[in-house]
């Protein structure tokens, strides 16, 4: 009997001994399964791309994301996050849109960026100072913005000169030529409705502050030099005087005052001020608020000249002969 039951028992281990070993095989693969799993889900790639943007187009399915996605190695399996934001977020909740990485981040963080519209693209503070042209804009939005579209910005811009209001701004790296200009030109509209009263009063158009802004942001420094510098252009004008300020020549030759030539007065120029009578056919940069406050609202004086020295203080004169004393007084 003894016999017996050891041979049963015998056998039911020997039948056991391949079930158990079947079992323990598929523990093991169910398990290295959810490790692969957990992986892709919570661990990011290992040439993650820090620093890069990375566009879903509009109307960019979930695969089309996906396969955008491991293409520039930010995930490591384009069906594992099908697959994940399927069930978790939907078929339709990818957010078209720029996204900026700027560390590294698991599947899970990802999908949950990109169906949520999280870009979290920088903003970048640029600083556009008054009397800046487009040309200058462009340079200084070019260094904060090194892949910036500067050429664009310059074709697009240079009919909008002088109503590109210069200002502090904030905008994503990603900006275009087109979004920054929309920008600029929106903040001007906000802040010339604050002196349309000044411009109505003044019975001149706002074009014609505008340009004359444009020069005297050039020509003064300060709040009162900006308006009494504003009568005495403004009283050429009416005497048709030429007004005969060089600040007009970087618009036509790139030159300042202290390089230009008897020759470069009488260049051939719409914006040849020598030649010339009257304001000049546009404005040759972007005014602040205080140079077109100074446009539209002069300070008369009996001065009808006027010159700045080499520290930028203005010295007025009401005939031709003191200005001459000045000239050889102040600009050695």
Known sequence: MKSYIKKTIEKMVSIARPSRTLFCGFCFAIFLLVSA???GLYLPTFHFPVGAYIEIPKGASL??????????????????FRIYVHIFHGDTSVVAGKYFFDTRLCLVNIAKRVTSGDYRTPRVRILIPEGFDVTDIAASIKKEIPNFNSKRFIELA?????????????????????EMIAKMKDNF????????????VSKKTERDIVVMASIIEREAL??????????ILWKRIGLEMPLQVDAVFDAVNG?????????????DSPFNTYTNKGLPPGPICNPGIDAI???????????LYYLSDSKGKMHYAKTFEEHKVNKSRYLK
């Open 189 to 200: 509209q906000k802040k010339i409705k604050e002196v349309d009263e000044k411009i109505r």
């Open 63 to 80: 695969n089309q994301t996906a396969d955008i996605l491991e293409e520039q190695g930010v995930i490591g399996s384009s069906r594992l």
């Open 222 to 231: 300060t709040s009162a030099d900006r308006r009494i510098v504003s009568g």
């Open 293 to 303: 406050i100074a446009a539209a609202e002069p300070t008369k004086t009996a001065y």
């Open 158 to 178: 240079s009919s909008e000169e002088g109503y590109l209001f210069p200002d502090t701004y904030l905008f994503y790296g990603t900006v275009t030529p087109e």
């Open 37 to 39: 799993i957990l992986t």
């Open 255 to 267: 030159k300042t005052t202290k390089d230009l030539t008897l020759k470069d007065l009488q260049t």
